[in-house]
């Protein structure tokens, strides 16, 4: 049987950008971040609680992590990590990939916050710790190109047992800095040497924290919001319940969905689908119970709203949801288990009927427009 193999780097201590340690001539005005290192040490932390309700069980964490002293400060557990260098990310992501590919059923699961920029539309690269370390040569000599570690996974005659599931988590900008229209062509790192692959077959999304030439963002010394996303969905914000199943699931397919419809909901940035989703339904882990979903309830115009009693059952037994009448705050936000509900209303309104709602994750947003 396989299993789940991360590896997760978090990047917030930049020391040669602005603010660091030791800032180089050039820093590309990028500077320190405040919430990378945590929200990857919180992703490690979930999958390894999780490991009963993951799809495929949980087998170990490669984790690199450059905590700013902020983090540091608000980490409630450290756990065992090494320096998200460009040494120990080559390292680490080398052994990573033999772990993954000792068994077509295991899961492969690479997450990365911090800097990123990007050199053409469909690129992303990765900026580790030491980045801007040297004044001469290659800016991006301590910076990994994501699509060289994205084909190095692919299975190879050399590797035929490599994973045919992987998920792949981008949380960084995708910008261009004005300074590399100075050069020609600019290389990043290649981890892998990539080997020739007849078929590729895997079932690898990659979900990507912005779209090209946009940013990323976060909540200081909190999470970014691709992160904390992601959480959210993983605990059962992307769950979907089949026909004549009990049982909540996150699948690739719904963890895509659920991941742009809450960070849309933040209005800062969007998701960005890439690499390969083949079998949307493939699972990944099973929601505990039933999962809550936001709900948001906005009555328009809100001078009138004050002469609208609103109420909410759930179908299943009749259960009050606690819903202000009038509603006030207008809108009104509250976290309901997923399933059917009754909305009924008083007096009557033409333009708001009584109506059953299915409330499903991650969001659930109604607005009654009153007549």
Not at 242 to 264: F, I, K, M, N
Not at 300 to 316: D, E, F, G, K, Y
Request: aromatic share 8%.
């Amino acid at each position: 049987m396989g299993g789940l193999y991360a590896l997760i780097i978090g990047v917030s201590a930049y020391p040669h950008l602005d603010g660091g340690t030791a800032p180089a001539r050039r820093t590309y005005r990028m500077g320190q971040l405040s919430a990378a290192a945590l929200t990857a040490h919180r992703i490690a932390d979930w999958l390894e609680e999780a490991d009963g309700r993951l799809a495929a069980p949980y087998r170990g964490c490669r984790l690199l992590l450059s905590p700013s002293p902020g983090e540091l400060d608000v980490l409630t557990r450290q756990r065992d990590h090494l320096p998200a260098t460009l040494e120990q990310m080559r390292a680490q992501a080398l052994l990573w990939r033999e772990e993954v590919c000792s068994d077509p059923d295991n899961v492969a699961f690479f997450y990365f916050a911090g800097h990123g920029v990007q050199r053409t539309r469909r690129d992303a690269v990765l900026l580790m710790e030491d980045f801007a370390d040297s004044e001469l040569g290659n800016p991006l000599a301590k910076a990994v190109d994501l699509q060289n570690l994205f084909r190095g996974m692919a299975p190879t005659a050399a590797r035929p047992d490599m994973a045919m599931n992987q998920l792949w988590f981008v949380d960084a900008c995708r910008g261009f800095p004005s300074e590399f229209d100075n050069f020609e062509i600019l290389t990043a790192q290649e981890i892998f040497a990539i080997e020739l692959s007849d078929v590729d077959l895997r079932n690898a999304p990659l979900y990507y924290g912005a779209l090209p030439g946009t940013n990323a963002y976060s909540i200081s010394q909190q999470s970014t919001i691709m992160g904390r996303a992601l959480l959210e969905c993983l605990q059962g914000g992307a769950g979907e319940k089949r026909a004549g199943s009990r049982e909540w699931w996150v699948t690739t397919g719904t963890l895509l969905r659920g991941l742009q419809q809450l960070v849309e909901e933040e209005g800062t940035q969007e998701i960005w689908d890439g690499g390969q989703m083949p079998r949307p339904n493939t699972r990944i882990a099973r929601v505990d119970g039933t999962p809550e979903v936001r709900v948001r309830m906005e009555l328009s115009p809100a001078r009138a709203a004050n002469r609208i009693s609103l109420a909410v059952h759930r179908t299943m037994d009749g259960a009050a949801m606690a819903v202000p009448s009038p509603l006030h705050p207008n809108p009104f936000e509250g976290r309901w288990p997923a399933g059917m509900y009754r909305l009924t209303c008083q007096p009557s309104n033409a333009a708001i009927p009584d109506e059953e709602w299915a409330v499903v994750p991650p969001l659930f947003p109604w607005k009654g427009e009153l007549s």
